[in-house]
């Protein structure tokens, strides 16, 4: 494309150079009834577990509730959001509630382009949640906290989950420009930044813990980003291998494809 989503301000013409490279795209699904789920990438969604003595009744209480916690500080000069949420259960007499976000203006770009492309959009859900889905198996067999790192042209992210294997805490970052080749990423400085977070996270609240390190990355980057992790953490990283969940599916291990695009994949 030749206007980037995510950046700058949501436009029609926007809307229209995504319809247009969705419908190339799906050129041979045209003459059937498909439905696609979408993953907004990390950076582009705002993610927040919430501790509540009470959590608001859902609907405009809820809204207006969300609404101030994800605009404190920016009152008066933020975008208008959309919002979703959902209980993750109870924690020392506390409410978890996780609150998600996102720019209004970009969902409606991205919501018009498939209705132009005459797609049907069942989901549209942060790129993260749908890799914790998919790799949900690995997470939960261990009993343990642990971090998902993630590696992608466009952005990384770090994912924290408890002991019961609940998402807790969501950061991620764009990259200056987008990244094609492994050894352009700038490893060093973005592992030294998810140490800060991770041990910001441990520090914040008593009981918390990372006991378990996982990284996701297309298969041709997976394996030095792997080695150097190794390295950082004295062999407590274990990869994700896209191709080995696939049963070594040769589209997968030759074409790059991310882990947020496999992950978003409706099984059929």
């Given amino acids: 494309m030749r206007l ?3 950046s700058g301000s949501p436009s029609s013409e926007v809307a229209n150079e995504l319809a247009s490279a969705l419908s190339i795209a799906f050129e041979n699904t045209k003459d059937f009834y ?14 927040e577990v919430m501790e509540l003595e009470k959590v608001p009744a859902r ?25 979703s949420g959902q209980m993750l259960g ?8 996780l609150g998600m976000a996102v720019d209004q203006g970009w969902l409606e770009v991205v919501q018009t382009a498939f209705q132009k492309a005459g797609l049907k959009a069942s989901v549209i859900d942060m790129a993260l ?25 466009e952005f990384w992210s770090v994912g924290l989950w408890d002991d019961q294997t609940r998402l807790r805490f969501v950061r991620s970052k ?7 080749k492994v050894n352009d990423l700038p490893l060093e400085a973005t592992i030294l930044e998810v140490e800060r977070i991770i041990r910001a ?11 378990n390190l996982f990284v996701s990355a297309s298969e041709n980057w997976l394996k030095p980003i792997e080695e150097f992790l190794k390295k950082r953490t004295h062999g407590n990283c274990r990869a994700l291998s896209l191709a080995e ?20 994949a409706v099984q059929r």
């Fill in 34 to 47: 498909t439905t696609l789920q979408v993953a907004l990438p990390d950076p582009a969604v705002r993610f």
């Fill in 174 to 180: 764009w990259w200056d420009k987008e990244i094609l």
């Fill in 201 to 211: 996270y441990v520090y914040s609240a008593k009981n918390r813990s990372v006991e």
């Fill in 245 to 264: 969940i696939t049963n070594e599916n040769p589209e997968v291990k030759k074409s790059g494809v991310v882990p947020s695009a496999l992950a978003v």
């Fill in 59 to 83: 609907g405009k209480s809820l809204n207006e509730f969300l609404n101030w916690r994800f605009n404190q500080g920016n009152e008066g000069t933020s975008h208008p959001l959309s919002f």
């Fill in 90 to 97: 109870v924690e020392q007499n506390k409410n978890l509630f």
């Fill in 129 to 153: 949640a749908q890799r914790f889905n998919f790799f949900y198996k690995f997470f939960k067999e261990s009993q343990k906290s642990g971090a998902l790192i993630t590696f992608e042209p």
């Fill in 4 to 6: 980037n989503l995510f």
